[in-house]
């Protein structure tokens, strides 16, 4: 029986969009694919076949394969954000993570990681998007929430290790509620010495724009303060998503205010290897959250380079 769920086909790409930071150069063939990857992208389903924890997308961000790994299989999150597109109206399948299945299901994707671009689903991926990019620890909420994190981590680093994937990155894409607790910092120490990074959500500079976009159950201060902490241990990449509420896009404000907070976060010690700009390419919760054009997402990034830090964008 397939558990494997699709995704109602949401909001994209605007349409004279090229896809900067993910085909770069686009070039002939980056464009004759553009409508392949545009579809890739929109319908990101996080279930694949019977597997209840593992499932293959292809990542705009990661610019290839990457096996997800959901570890709130329950939907748990300390965000609600208005562009998220988990469907929470669905009952879950299992609401526990059982280790046992994450690791049989994880081996099982890695060794059958070439036959999954014959399946239906893939077999239309240009041939340079099908090289295996990332673990990444995603889902259906918060990673670091869930209990089983510190395990799940020492067992993606025993089958990377075992498979000899040692050009494929081990990537945590977290809120960054919880990432200076004592059993998340020492899993994040593990994640360090497996060929790991971190990617923090920062979609702000304001309390008050925070909590209109991420809807967060703790302030944007404590958000920092831990990206902080962090980043004094190991490069970061700070993941950045903006977009339009009521169709009116981040005031100017907002961006300079969070071009400060990163500028703050620097003159801290946090290491900041990247800064990932972009947009809504899904569905999103509320359905006022709308994409920003290519050119809007290119005139934050500007800003954000002034820092000397490099940035990419991804409508």
């Given at each position: ?24 150069p ?19 389903p996080r ?7 593992v499932y293959?997308?292809i ?15 329950d939907?748990?999150c ?18 526990r993570v ?18 999954l ?11 340079e ?24 981590v ?7 290790r075992?498979a000899?994937?040692d ?19 020492a ?9 790991g990074?971190?990617?923090?959500k920062?979609?702000a500079?304001?309390e008050?724009?925070f ?24 490069p ?26 990163l ?22 919760a509320?359905p ?5 054009s290519e050119?809007?997402?290119?005139s ?16």
């Amino acid at each position: 029986m397939s558990i494997r769920e699709t995704e109602p086909r949401g909001p994209v790409f605007p349409p004279d969009a090229d896809i900067i930071g993910a085909v770069s150069p686009v070039g002939r063939k980056g464009r004759m694919a553009l409508p392949v990857l545009r579809e890739a992208f929109a319908n990101h389903p996080r279930r694949w076949r019977d597997f209840l924890y593992v499932y293959p997308v292809i990542s705009r961000r990661s610019r290839g394969l990457s096996i997800g790994i959901n570890l709130n299989p329950d939907a748990a999150c300390n965000f609600d954000c208005v562009y998220c597109s988990v469907d929470r109206s669905l009952p879950p399948k299992v609401r526990r993570v059982e280790l046992p299945v994450l690791a049989a299901e994880l081996e099982q994707m890695v060794a059958g990681r070439t036959a999954l671009f014959e399946e239906p689903e893939f077999r239309s991926i240009p041939a340079e998007w099908r090289r295996l990019n990332d673990f990444a620890f995603s889902g259906d909420g918060e990673p670091t929430a869930s209990p089983a994190f510190p395990e799940a981590v020492e067992l993606v680093a025993r089958v990377r290790r075992e498979a000899r994937l040692d050009d494929v990155k081990v990537v945590l894409i977290t809120d960054a509620c919880y990432l200076t607790r004592p059993a998340v910092a020492a899993a994040l120490a593990v994640l360090d010495a497996n060929g790991g990074e971190v990617w923090a959500k920062l979609d702000a500079g304001t309390e008050e724009y925070f909590r209109r976009v991420n809807r967060p159950n703790y302030p944007l201060e404590h958000v920092l303060a831990n990206i902080q902490a962090a980043g004094q241990s190991r490069p970061l990449v700070i993941q950045s998503l903006f977009l339009r509420l009521n169709d009116a896009p981040p005031p100017p404000a907002e961006i300079e205010a969070y071009v400060g907070r990163l500028r703050t976060l620097l003159a801290g010690g946090t290491r900041i290897q990247l800064v990932q700009v972009y947009t809504v390419a899904r569905r999103t919760a509320e359905p006022y959250a709308t994409a920003l054009s290519e050119g809007e997402l290119e005139s934050i990034a500007g800003k954000v380079r002034v820092l000397g830090l490099r940035a990419e964008v991804y409508p």
